[in-house]
């Protein structure tokens, strides 16, 4: 296949980071653009990192997305220069603006065709180095169904592409962030039209609006299509092909080819010769290869442990011979052992439920953070989350302080939205354990609980939740990461209209008896219950009834998913009994300034037991006149020595 090429503008000569390209000399741009297609040639290792930028308004009045600017070498001429360049879909591999010719303070003589760079006149080609090609754009809206393949009707910008035939290749457009793919293929254009093939694989069904950018094209001068003329470039090819020497060990594969020709065999050889290093030698040779890599995606699953496997009296002579000889071959290695010792077991106490059975019974809150500074000069987001609808409120903050939660949660929470929870759980960051915050905990008579330190699993649901959060959120920032607090309504807005696993309900249904409305229902309309009018005595009647049998079902499910949390997590259990006197270790997770972690000692102690106030919680004390200490089983092991009590 051959392509033509149009006379056009200037054009000069050039290379960006070592890769060649001919560049358009515009004097109507303001900024300097590199085409995508030739940013992505450049080597990774050697590519610039992108910074965010705006977008770009093309001289039709198109707007383009760019992928980002950074700073390029510039080898035109004899001058090697650094420049600002945007990377972005364009035609041409390269647009010289404004800003190059005039900060390197460049001169163009049209008649001479000479671009002047300082002192050096480089000589421009009124001819395109690079093919020509064109838009494609949709000719009409269409809609194209999920997980779906159809062809549609586009047309050619410019008057060159009329009744000719032409190569349509994608392009990194706003379609393929959608899931849609442009087929790459040879059509005909009829009066500036062409057909157009594409495949939606994304779930969800995609609109593409009237003169949209599809794809782009370049003019076909012939295709090949006599197989007398394929077979004689092919013999072209097939003659440079020098005959490849291959290994003894390779032979049996070779002889293994009977019945192929001289010019087939030749092919064989060489593609032997290119992958030789993953064909074994020997026997010993086997599995002592690289080449081939697979990574597997295990999402948030975590790794699942299985009892060792004996192997069968009858195989274990054979498996032993195996081992033995992937040890002498350097397959495995046998890692030495300094010395034995019983094998320490993490202690892990079972799961303590506490289940609610009313909206704002029990509310936790936390604090996440420190994040990036944002523009409106946020860096934490408190959080508020009810035990028993699911319902989450997340809130941006500037800094930690008791005043600003207390201020949040007064204003946001409790005055303007939802009332005064009977108690609320946190962990013992030093505002929730201030002064103001106990105080404003009594003044409402709200009851205050902690978690012990260091045990975040003591408020597993709000901790769960930030997972959630910043993995939400993680998909919709900018790169720059300083707009997720402009972000954070509308992520909490798909979070509380999304069926929870505990509950099988959304926290909006929970929380207020209806759904939000979301613009799949500005689109659809209301469900014909909803559309139907009724009074507001009997709207409140309707919603009350609704409530009642949602949250008994919500209390059934939740019980059952208390259940089975704890069976999962009880699986691995070690439990010990202490009782008051009993000397213990009291894991440390404190990190001291300018000493390593790795080599400081994780226990301390011994303490002693001096009070039980559950299963899981104990009191400790170091000596005497100590401060005690409350903390969770698991975070204690037992003495072993000698130790005298001073109880």
Not at 300 to 305: E, T, Y
Not at 556 to 579: C, E, G, P, W
């Amino acid at each position: 296949m051959k392509c033509r090429k149009f006379n056009n503008a200037l054009y000069v000569n050039a290379r960006v980071d070592s890769i060649p390209t001919a560049c358009l000399i515009d004097t109507g741009s303001t900024i300097t653009v590199l085409d995508a297609r030739k940013f992505h040639q450049i080597p990774e290792a050697d590519r610039p990192v992108l910074r965010e930028t705006s977008r770009l308004k093309m001289a039709d009045g198109s707007i383009v997305r760019p992928l980002g600017k950074a700073e390029f070498i510039f080898d035109i001429g004899s001058k090697t220069i650094k420049h600002e360049m945007t990377v972005a879909d364009i035609e041409s591999q390269v647009i010289l603006g404004f800003d190059f010719l005039s900060k390197h303070k460049c001169s163009l003589d049209l008649e001479k065709e000479i671009l002047r760079v300082g002192n050096k006149s480089i000589k421009c080609n009124s001819e395109n180095a690079e093919q020509s090609v064109c838009r494609i754009r949709v000719a009409d809206k269409v809609f194209v169904p999920a997980e779906s393949e159809i062809v549609i009707k586009s047309f050619v910008e410019g008057d060159s592409f009329n009744d000719c035939l032409v190569l349509i290749e994608p392009v990194s457009t706003s379609m393929s962030e959608q899931g849609i793919l442009v087929a790459r293929t040879i059509a005909k254009s009829k009066n500036g039209f062409v057909p157009l093939r594409l495949i939606n694989i994304s779930k969800q069904p995609q609109i593409l609006q009237k003169n949209m950018q599809a794809a782009v094209c370049e003019l076909v001068d012939s295709v090949y299509s006599s197989e007398a003329e394929y077979a004689e470039i092919n013999k072209i090819c097939v003659e440079k092909v020098q005959n490849v020497e291959l290994p003894e060990y390779m032979e049996p594969i070779v002889r293994s080819c009977d019945g192929l020709s001289d010019e087939q065999m030749i092919r064989v050889k060489q593609l032997l010769a290119k992958h030789l290093q993953v064909f074994a030698k020997s026997k010993t040779d086997l599995g002592r290869t690289d080449p081939i890599t697979h990574k597997i995606n295990t999402g948030d699953a975590r790794p699942v442990k299985q009892a060792p496997r004996r192997i069968p009296l009858a195989k274990r002579d054979a498996a032993e011979k195996e081992l033995q000889r992937m040890i002498e071959c350097g397959v495995k290695h046998v890692r030495p052992v300094k010395g034995e010792r019983d094998p320490i077991v993490t202690a892990k106490a079972g799961m303590k439920q506490y289940l609610v059975g009313a909206p704002l019974e029990r509310v936790a809150i936390d604090i996440m953070g420190p994040l990036p500074l944002t523009w409106r000069k946020n860096k934490y987001i408190m959080v508020v989350t009810d035990y028993f609808t699911r319902w989450a409120e997340s809130y941006p903050m500037p800094n930690i302080e008791a005043e600003t939660v207390c201020r949040l949660l007064i204003e946001n929470f409790i005055s303007s939205r939802y009332g005064l929870p009977k108690q609320i759980h946190t962990d013992q960051g030093r505002q929730f354990e201030s002064e103001l915050f106990q105080n404003m905990c009594r003044i409402f008579k709200i009851d205050k609980t902690r978690t012990t330190s260091f045990h975040p699993q003591g408020g597993g649901l709000v901790e769960r939740f930030n997972r959630s959060l910043e993995d939400m959120l993680s998909k919709v920032i900018s790169r720059d990461q300083k707009d997720w607090d402009e972000c954070l309504p509308l992520t909490m807005l798909a979070y509380r209209s999304s069926v929870h696993e505990s509950t099988k309900h959304t926290p909006n249904l929970m929380m207020h008896g209806r759904e939000a409305q979301l613009p799949i229902d500005l689109l659809y309309g209301p469900s014909p219950d909803e559309a139907e009018r009724v009074e507001p005595h009997g709207y409140v009647d309707r919603v009350q009834q609704s409530l009642w049998k949602i949250h008994q079902k919500a209390r059934d499910k939740m019980a059952v998913a208390s259940t089975r949390q704890k069976t999962q997590y009880d699986l691995h259990i070690f439990k010990n009994k202490y009782t008051v006197g009993t000397p213990v270790w009291l894991n440390v997770k404190i990190r001291k300034k300018g000493l390593s972690p790795k080599l400081q000692d994780r226990w301390e102690g011994p303490y002693l037991i001096i009070g039980v106030l559950s299963g899981l919680l104990y009191t400790v004390q170091k000596g005497a006149g100590a401060k005690n200490k409350v903390v969770h089983h698991d975070r204690l092991k037992p003495f072993q020595g000698e130790f005298t009590s001073w109880l």
